[in-house]
């Protein structure tokens, strides 16, 4: 079955950059369109930014021209840069097939604090 496989979260100062991967296993085909979504604590899951399997890209208001989204087709691995992190970045991310998503990961925690 499809595996999604967070990683490169951490601990970073509000201003600071992260670059997190998103690895999928257990397909054959190159990886459809995907998405990072973000949950912080005691609040619902929100998607993140999104990129098609032609490389259109989307972004939620609060994160355009600081994150960007991108894919590695022959690694099946699509990524998140992320720069300027505020505090209201905190948060566990996850990615996900946008159209018949999967089982989630496990995530990967990213917190902004000074």
């Known amino acids: 079955q499809v595996q999604l496989v967070e990683s490169g979260g951490g601990f970073v100062q509000p201003g600071g950059s992260l670059r997190l991967s998103c690895s999928v296993s257990?397909?054959?085909?190159?990886?459809?369109?995907m998405a990072w979504y973000r949950q912080a604590p005691g609040k619902q899951r929100e998607l993140v930014a999104t990129?098609?399997?032609?490389?259109?890209?989307s972004y939620v208001d609060s994160v355009k021209g600081r994150f960007t989204i991108s894919r590695d087709n022959a690694k099946r691995t699509i990524y998140l840069q992320m720069s300027s992190l505020k505090a209201e970045d905190t948060a566990v991310y996850y990615c996900?097939?946008?159209?018949?998503?999967?089982?989630w990961g496990q995530g990967t925690q990213v917190t902004v604090s000074s």
């Open positions: 257990g397909i054959i085909f190159s990886i459809p369109s």
């Open positions: 990129i098609t399997d032609s490389s259109r890209t």
């Open positions: 996900n097939f946008i159209y018949s998503p999967q089982n």
